[in-house]
């Protein structure tokens, strides 16, 4: 009789209250032969304090590609294998990608056990807008790079939503308000489900007084979320602009034409993009 072929188990764990943890995640991680964790010391620390024994594995940026194929070797052979993150749910800005998309095309079985995610934990609560929205990950670390990224989303996107480190928050602050405008609304939520859960609504300069005000604000972990541009009318855009828009649509395709008017007339671009699909009937 053929053995059967074991599967690869995606676990939420909590992202900071260790309370939050489920039930069929604990069953999930009692019952598995191993557990790939992206740091062993940290992930047993949260085993021992649910009583789990099972022997665990890294499994991290720098070797995931490497030790998948072992990974699913050892389902193939019938053993079942979680794969846990530092915190909250694997492959949303943590390692996993590779080892589950190698599972995927091996023929293994890939089951989600959901649980916390700091992106819907932070959204939930931030009283933004919640029926579209984009998660963009971490910013680039550099300024440059980073205000490339922010000159880059696209218009309609909804709430945007990203991670940022506690070093980095002010000078990422100062990016959005440049890129972005210093007006834009914006909610920083930090130290989500721990004892120092905060959020703060407000423009960037008005977070970054709230920062400042106490330097424990400044630590621990954050999530960043920008309101979308509130819509523009055209009568708000300069005739200039939009004679220019004109012009460049009849060459162009709609968002290059709205980013080189910007470009020219030094307005905005998603009010001009927005325009545009207008003009084109593509909105």
């Known amino acids: 009789m053929t053995k059967q072929t074991g599967s690869l188990y995606v676990v939420a764990t909590p992202i900071g209250n260790l309370a939050d943890i489920s039930e069929r995640a604990v069953a999930t991680l009692k019952q598995v032969s191993c ?22 594995l890294a499994l991290h940026d720098h070797n995931e590609k490497q030790r998948a194929a072992s990974i699913i070797a050892r389902c193939q052979a019938g053993e079942d294998i979680a794969l846990v993150s ?16 190698q599972c995927r095309a091996a023929g293994v079985r890939v089951v989600p056990i959901p649980g916390p ?58 990016d959005v308000a440049l890129v972005l405008g210093a ?3 914006l909610v920083l939520a930090k130290e989500l489900t721990k004892t120092f859960e905060a959020f703060c609504h407000g423009t960037a300069a008005e977070i970054q007084a709230w920062l400042n005000d106490d ?24 005739e200039q602009a ?10 162009l395709p ?20 927005k325009l545009a699909l207008e003009w084109s009937g593509e909105s």
């Open 254 to 273: 709609v968002k290059q034409a709205a980013a080189l008017t910007a470009q020219i007339h030094n307005e905005k671009k998603n009010p001009l993009y």
């Open 117 to 174: 995610s700091a992106v819907i934990t932070a959204l939930c609560a931030a009283g933004l807008p919640t029926d579209k929205f984009l998660f963009i990950g971490f910013l680039a670390a550099k300024s440059s790079q980073r205000q490339a990224q922010l000159a880059a989303l696209p218009a309609d996107v909804g709430t945007i939503v990203c991670y940022e480190t506690a070093r980095r928050i002010q000078a990422c602050l100062d």
């Open 35 to 56: 557990i790939a964790a992206e740091d062993t010391r940290h992930t047993g620390k949260l085993l021992a304090h649910l009583g789990v024994q099972t022997r665990t």
């Open 86 to 101: 530092d915190a909250g749910t694997p492959l949303i800005s943590d390692p996993g990608y590779s080892l589950v998309r």
């Open 183 to 185: 007006d834009r609304e």
């Open 242 to 251: 939009q004679q220019t828009l004109k012009i460049l649509l009849a060459e």
């Open 215 to 238: 330097p424990q604000r400044c630590q621990g972990e954050m999530v960043l979320m920008i309101a979308s541009e509130p819509a523009k009318a055209a009568g708000d855009i300069s």
